[in-house]
């Protein structure tokens, strides 16, 4: 389980790290990552995690097809801010994804009252939901999307710690930073695009 998740890590930080460049390779290495954290959330009974890591799966092969469309050689997709009613709807969809998978961990585990009255569903769901977000946005290549990975790594490495994933929260760490630096460094980049159009 430990090289399992030292894999899973190692996929994780390259992909961030290729995300905060806006290198495609975020997707290949991301798919890596997402399918080792499937088995690896499982295992650690973190459901809504294992669960959203299979949308994860989903979102990174849409994202390659969309970060790899290209007209005259230029790529279709630029980095760009969110609109006001993009805001309204990425957070009711947080809401509402958010309050369903913390009901269904609540009802699936309703036998397990250690789990289901601890922190841990509440907290699985946050950022699963967040998570889920993000990964939305990056696809579309929005600003936005650090803001997600910002929050969703701040929740994440306690929860992680608190199930003895101590690699994984250290990933969430190094993530952290990594999504700090991807927001500055799209934002000057789209601050440069603004400027030379």
């Given at each position: ?163 003895g994933l101590y ?6 760490l190094v993530f ?5 630096s991807g927001y ?14």
């Amino acid at each position: 389980m430990k090289i399992i998740e030292l894999v899973a890590v190692v996929f994780g930080i390259l992909s961030v790290w290729f995300a905060s460049r806006e290198s495609i390779r975020v997707f290949p290495t991301g798919i890596i990552n997402v399918l080792l954290f499937i088995y690896i959330f499982f295992i650690a009974r973190l459901y809504a995690n294992a669960g959203i890591n299979v949308l994860y799966l989903i979102t990174n092969i849409y994202g390659w097809y969309n970060w790899s469309r290209k007209i005259d050689d230029k790529n279709v997709l630029e980095i760009s801010r969110t609109t006001a009613r993009q805001n309204t709807y990425i957070i009711l969809f947080a809401a509402v994804f958010y309050i369903s998978v913390l009901l269904l961990l609540r009802w699936y585990n309703k036998s397990d009252l250690t789990y289901v009255n601890s922190y841990v569903p509440w907290m699985d769901a946050m950022n699963s939901s967040l998570f889920l977000c993000a990964t939305i946005l990056m696809t579309k290549k929005k600003l936005e999307n650090w803001i997600f990975w910002i929050l969703g790594n701040v929740i994440s490495i306690p929860i992680t710690i608190s199930q003895g994933l101590y690699m994984t929260s250290f990933q969430y760490l190094v993530f952290l930073f990594l999504a700090i630096s991807g927001y500055v460094g799209w934002k000057k980049k789209l601050q440069s695009i603004k400027v030379s159009e």
